[in-house]
């Protein structure tokens, strides 16, 4: 499985990105999908995770009300709309995917086993 994602910059506090990450290879779409995201000196932090068996998105709480992950089946695609972004949403977002035939969401960067490459996402105050 190969991830490829899209959408970081630069925005103010208080504005919207839309990141976007396509899903490719042999193995078919992953089920589940997750962004996390790292900001400069932390850890991995989850974002948010999505099945494409359908069902309520997952979503960390310093998200909830202010990002929306949704997907799109055909394109294999997911994307992540943030809006009301704040200074501390500054961090480079990845992209992630579970093996293929696991359907059921998680929360830890270890049960993920595909990666994108990151995009950088900076909020300016």
């Known amino acids: 499985v190969q991830l490829q994602a899209f959408g970081g910059g630069l925005v103010q506090a208080g504005g919207s990105l839309r990141l976007s990450c396509v899903a490719s290879?042999?193995?078919?779409?992953?089920?589940?999908m997750g962004w996390f995201r790292q900001a400069p000196g932390k850890g991995r932090e989850f974002v948010a995770a999505?099945?494409?068996?359908?069902?309520?998105?997952s979503y960390a709480d310093s998200v909830k009300g202010r990002f929306t992950m949704s997907r799109d089946n055909v394109k294999g695609t997911v994307y992540l709309q943030m809006n009301t972004l704040k200074p501390e949403d500054t961090a480079v977002y990845y992209c992630?995917?579970?093996?293929?035939?696991?359907?059921?969401?998680?929360?830890?960067?270890?049960?993920?086993?595909?990666w994108g490459q990151g995009t950088l996402v900076t909020v300016s105050s």
């Open positions: 999505i099945s494409w068996a359908g069902g309520v998105p």
């Open positions: 992630a995917a579970r093996k293929p035939a696991i359907t059921v969401m998680a929360r830890s960067a270890s049960q993920y086993s595909y």
């Open positions: 290879g042999r193995t078919g779409t992953p089920n589940v």
